[in-house]
């Protein structure tokens, strides 16, 4: 019989601290857990860990200044806004361990000005909880050591890339990091427009979720492209004509996605603007 064999746990991951452990923090501890990583070496730094496993077998604290002993590597699940507020505390006691930020928004430049160890950036998605996430990964001054180490979380979540220059992230959180919510939204909509033709309301939930996933794993384990699939299910003068008349017509679908995506890439460009005017406050520890 065929058993999973996970890779081994690296060394980097022995004294993992994960600062912030919400929605994000937390699904990401979830499968690193499931994966093997020994609870014992990990330490939560929240004062209100929502997204905390149970049972978990790690240390729980408030702040940084009670965290011990030093880390092998340090994870940042903490909102941007709070980076200002509670990077300072952690970059006190961090010593040069390198510093993995899951943060949107927030580029290495303004992170690097903080904390002494390696800065390496991801950005996960939520379907991270079913081990089906994709993550992407960056870093300028990670050894290979920290690299293997980064790749071992971003696997037990699910796939894993390395973007070629930081600038890309901004595109792709707009993209893998807040499609999920795109996704879920085009599952309510679809849905309400089954009810609004006449389908009773659980009965289209189902079906829209259910065309949603099949055709998702459809379109991942093809070897046709997305196009050659929609051809697959349109009839000439049929059903899926009339539909995708509407979805299309004016270009109005290709329009909506461009300014749903463009509009949360501006808003990563904002939000690393607006991390990098907060001047570091270093040497407190909070
Ligand atoms: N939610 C998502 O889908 C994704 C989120 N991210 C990033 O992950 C990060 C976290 O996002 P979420 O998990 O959604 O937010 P969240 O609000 O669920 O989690 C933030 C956590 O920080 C904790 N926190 C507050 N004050 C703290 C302090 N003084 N010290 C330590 N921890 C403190 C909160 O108690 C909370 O558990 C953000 O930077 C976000 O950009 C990245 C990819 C996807
Ligand atoms: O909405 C946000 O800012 C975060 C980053 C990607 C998903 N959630």
Same mark, same amino acid.
């Given at each position: 019989m065929f058993h999973f064999q996970p890779d081994p746990v690296p060394p980097l991951l022995s004294r993992l601290w994960l600062v912030g452990c919400g929605?994000?923090?937390?699904?990401?501890?979830? $499968?690193?857990?499931?994966?093997?990583?020994?609870g014992e070496g990990v330490t939560v730094i929240d004062p209100a860990p929502r997204g905390l496993p149970?049972?978990?077998?790690? $240390?729980?604290?408030?702040?940084?200044?009670?965290?011990?002993?030093?880390?092998?590597?340090?994870?940042?699940?903490?909102?941007?806004?709070m980076l200002g507020a509670i990077g300072p505390g952690v970059a006190a006691v961090a010593g040069a361990a390198p510093v993995l930020s899951m943060m949107a928004g927030v580029r290495i430049a303004a992170l690097q000005a903080l904390?002494? *160890?390696?800065?390496?950036r991801m950005?996960? +998605?939520?379907?991270?909880q079913i081990g089906q996430g994709v993550t992407a990964l960056f870093s300028e001054r990670a050894d290979p050591v920290a690299r293997a180490g980064v790749e071992?979380?971003?696997?037990?979540?699910?796939?894993?890339?390395?973007? #070629?220059e930081e600038a890309q992230f901004d595109a792709v959180t707009a993209l893998s990091g807040s499609g999920p919510a795109y996704l879920f $939204?085009?599952? #309510?909509?679809?849905?309400?427009?089954a009810e609004a033709v006449g389908l009773p309301a659980a009965m289209a939930r189902q079906l829209a979720l259910d065309t949603v996933t099949g055709s998702a794993a459809?379109?991942?384990?093809?070897?046709?492209?997305?196009?050659?699939?929609?051809?697959?299910?349109?009839?000439? +003068? *049929?059903?899926?004509?009339? *539909?995708?008349?509407?979805?299309?017509?004016?270009?109005?679908?290709?329009?909506?996605?461009?300014?749903?995506?463009?509009?949360?890439? #501006? $808003?990563s460009r904002q939000m690393a603007e607006a991390a990098e005017a907060v001047p570091p406050k270093t040497g407190v520890a909070l």
């Open positions: 929605a994000m923090g937390g699904a990401l501890l979830s $499968r690193w857990l499931e994966s093997g990583l020994p149970e049972p978990f077998a790690g $240390r729980v604290v408030a702040n940084a200044a009670e965290a011990g002993d030093a880390p092998s590597l340090v994870v940042l699940g903490i909102k941007p806004q904390f002494a *160890g390696p800065v390496l950005m996960p +998605n939520t379907p991270a071992w979380l971003a696997n037990a979540a699910g796939s894993l890339l390395w973007l #070629e $939204r085009f599952i #309510e909509a679809l849905a309400s427009a459809l379109a991942a384990q093809s070897d046709l492209s997305p196009a050659a699939l929609r051809e697959q299910v349109t009839s000439p +003068n *049929g059903t899926t004509a009339a *539909g995708l008349q509407q979805l299309d017509g004016d270009g109005l679908l290709t329009s909506l996605m461009r300014a749903t995506v463009r509009a949360a890439t #501006e $808003r």
